[in-house]
């Protein structure tokens, strides 16, 4: 199944984190949060401005993102976890 967001919304799917500490302690499933870092998989083509005109939007499929620890509704699409969020709730892009 292909999945397309609609207006600025974009879809990431989280990346995972360590479950060890630098100090080598692992974390339990039960203690560890989500995490706030994710990959874009997918992007609308932008809200409309007034003219009814697309604004761009500033991610592309592909980018590693960092996003607020509520943003998005989490879904489901053939057995895979997605956060689906609207452009403004990500705080930046993370780069290499």
Do not use: C, N
């Amino acid at each position: 199944m292909k999945f397309r967001p609609l207006h600025d919304r974009v879809v990431v799917k989280r990346v995972e984190e360590d479950t060890k500490t630098k100090g080598g302690i692992i974390i339990p499933d039960t203690a560890q949060e989500k995490p706030m870092q994710g990959e874009v998989i997918a992007v609308g083509p932008g809200a409309r401005d007034e003219d009814g005109d697309y604004i761009k939007m500033d991610v592309k499929a592909g980018d590693r993102i960092l996003f607020g620890k509520w943003s998005g509704t989490e879904v489901k699409i053939d057995g895979t976890e997605y956060l689906i969020m609207k452009e403004s709730d990500i705080m930046g892009v993370i780069e290499k």
